[in-house]
């Protein structure tokens, strides 16, 4: 399903900000451990745990663990379940719940596909980020852009809303917003 830019597009009086805590529990040489906690959301929303983990295996290779949680009560739940029925019908995370001899996977949906779409976007976000550093700042946006976008048609099946232009156009919007209300 494609979604037009008027669509995706939202007013920032009308966005929730979720205020994160920031802890670095664990630094060393070959391993860091950073977390994200905030203690409220939108919708009645409650917990969330972002945490990042990163250890230095042979070479120029890094295993990255991330885990992404959140809590909700009964605004939430009734949130969720109407997104579920309209907006989120038919969206798929990469679990794939088929029988191992089943020639076509069947990915889970719901609220498990939802967290699952939502922690590869975050995935994406923090390697198109790490991607750009050694590149001049002023191209560092525009190629994480890019790079996230480029990773997450990978995954065409969970992850494609827009095409290209229009993430880009948006996303630049987005940034010229954000930046202006400051």
Do not use: C
Request: positive net charge; charged residues 25%.
């Amino acid at each position: 399903m494609n979604i037009s830019e008027k669509e995706v597009a939202e007013e920032l009086a009308a966005t929730h900000r979720i205020l994160f805590d920031y802890e670095v529990e664990t630094t060393s040489a070959r391993y860091f451990r950073v977390k994200l906690h905030a203690d409220s959301g939108p919708l009645n929303t409650r917990d969330y745990q972002i945490v990042l983990e990163a250890v230095s295996l042979s070479g120029d290779r890094t295993f990255l663990h991330l885990t992404y949680a959140y809590s909700y009560g009964v605004i939430g739940r009734l949130a969720m379940k109407a997104y579920l029925a309209t907006f989120g019908r038919g969206k798929v995370g990469f679990t794939n719940i088929t029988d191992s001899r089943s020639a076509k996977p069947r990915y889970v949906a719901g609220v498990r596909g939802l967290v699952e779409r939502n922690t590869m976007r975050y995935y994406l976000a923090v390697d198109a980020y790490l991607s750009t550093l050694s590149s001049p700042p002023d191209q560092r946006l525009a190629e994480r852009l890019n790079n996230w976008f480029s990773a997450s048609e990978e995954y065409p099946r969970q992850l494609h809303e827009i095409d290209r232009q229009q993430y880009m156009q948006m996303k630049q919007e987005e940034y010229r917003r954000q930046h202006t209300n400051q």
